[in-house]
């Protein structure tokens, strides 16, 4: 059967993001998902700072490994230490040029200075044996502030903090990329620098995920001693350093991948307003997320850690049978919707809650996806899912329901080309939308997926382009997008 027809317009919403540019400065609406409690009244400055130091509360006993039953039980508890990989071997030493070193002598905020009018002036790129060109925005703009990068960006880290919610990365489960950021970020001898004076951003290395495991309190249901733990640590950072108050927070930067993240970080009126924030929850509609300062940060699920691009892959266009095809479970307000019109009504579309085990011993979701032309990623309590990313692993095209969603990279990576974004009210004429899609552009749709897999990919050893590295670059070009260069 055939499933795609002559073109039609493909829906998008008003608010739809896939054409953000990273000067938007969209007026913001927040809804109060969490109810707003004052919290200056209850808590001083630095009331947890001790508890910065030694954070109190459990710890799950999945993520710390004791020592005495490492060997017993190595085949069924996937570490989270670090010595779950050996760490990168430093680059190979070179003579650097007369223009390193040029760079390399100037003061961090003349460097980004001298790197932004190097990007505003970027030498046009027409082919790249490195990156393909249809993927991007611009790829003269992104080759050149990638290469300076490369060159000039040092990030301090701060050792305060304990374990497990400093410096202890969560490596496996929908909220990885927040641990692995961290992992290859603390291993990195290219980026770090041990010398805060020479530092062009400032990591605050937390955990959102340990935070949450260690301080939420399920009975109390608020997220209040969350965001007053982070406060304090801000505010101890800024009495024992000057680096923070010497930009009000502007080159300092979190990355946070659990669905809180963006309310963690609402007590701390700089936290929240100059700091960027490289976010999963990258949602315009809140008031807290920007476009063009903070960063969206894909929501990878890692299953196994020791092969994190383990059945990374798919079948030919020939052999996907499927339309469309989506499983999970039931939360947020777009699944019971897409459920309610498409659940059972229509062949092509395979659209389920939690695929039955009867489908399953046939088909395994992984096998689903595989199979299919379009993998349907509605959001679930929060905009981003990681079915975004795992239907680029299976070169399935992914087609995005989520209103305010900012998609990862969206700073310089093209989703058009590579994704469908249809409007939560236009989920009933789904199946028109995607029969609506040309052939010739589906296959370069579905080529465009294969091209940009690498950008998503998690290296032990982080390889030029991947996703640590892209990671890095948005938070890098967001903030020279702060920078304002003299007239």
Known sequence: MSFLFPPATVSSHNASVAMVQVNDTNPLVRPQQFSSVSVSSLVSLNSTTGLIQSPP????KKEVLPSSSRRKRR???RKETFDEFKVAPPPPKTVPSKWQKYVWSLPPHEALLYAKKEINHAPVVTDDPDLYAALFRNISIFKRSYELMENILKVYIYKDGKRPIFHQPHLFGIYASE??????????????TKDPSKAHLFYLPYSARQMEATLYVPSLHSLQPLSIFLRDYVNMIAAKYPFWNHTRGSDHFLVACHDWGPYTVTAHEELSKNTIKALCNADLSEGIFVAGRDV??????????RKPLREVGGKRVSQRPILAFFAGNMHGRVRPILLKYWKGKDE??????PLPN???????YIQHMKSSRFCICPMGYEVNSPRIVEAIYYECVPVIIADNFVPPFNEVLDWSVFSVIVAEKDIPNLKDILLAIPLRRYLSMQTNVKMVQKHFFWN?????????HMILHSIWFNRLNQIQLPQ
């Open 57 to 60: 509360g459990r710890v799950d």
């Open 75 to 77: 085949k069924r508890v």
């Open 179 to 192: 641990g692995w950021f961290m992992k290859l970020m603390e291993e990195s001898r290219q980026f770090v």
């Open 296 to 305: 969206s940060l894909p929501e990878t699920t890692i299953r196994n850690p």
């Open 348 to 353: 092509d579309m395979r659209i389920y809650g």
């Open 358 to 364: 009867r489908i399953s011993r046939k088909m395994s």
């Open 460 to 468: 032990p050893r982080p390889i030029r382009y991947d996703i640590f």
